[in-house]
Nanobody
Framework: QVQLVESGGGLVQPGGSLTLSCAASGTSLSFYDMAWYRQAPGKERGLVATITPGGRTNYGDAVKGRFTISRDNAKRTVYLQMNSLNPEDTAIYYC?????????WGQGTRVTVSS
């Protein structure tokens, strides 16, 4: 059974940093593109960042230059380093990948940016 478990969220002050983790079980992640999404209160879920098996990354415009996605295939874990956080980054963050068109999601980890 494939499962994704996100962790690392919490309350942080504007300008602060957090690192989110997404640990997979039931499958290797080595062959799959991985992604982080987020859903802010009252808004639709949106793409934050992606990373290919080879490490090529892509970011949404709102987080470019502030967030860094990375992966450790041996640990079956994907990370999201978030710097210079601002209140607009407040959301539930989810990791995601797909196998043969079927998407897997974790339960999400909540990030709140507030003073």
């Amino acid at each position: 059974q494939v499962q994704l478990v996100e962790s690392g969220g919490g309350l942080v002050q504007p300008g602060g940093s957090l690192t989110l983790s997404c640990a997979a079980s039931g499958t290797s992640l080595s062959f799959y593109d991985m992604a982080w999404y987020r859903q802010a209160p009252g808004k639709e879920r949106g793409l934050v960042a992606t990373i290919t098996p080879g490490g090529r990354t892509n970011y949404g415009d709102a987080v470019k230059g502030r967030f860094t996605i990375s992966r450790d295939n041996a640990k079956r874990t994907v990370y999201l380093q978030m710097n210079s956080l601002n209140p607009e980054d407040t959301a539930i963050y989810y990791c995601n990948f797909a196998i043969s068109g079927y998407g897997y999601w974790g339960q999400g980890t909540r990030v709140t940016v507030s003073s």
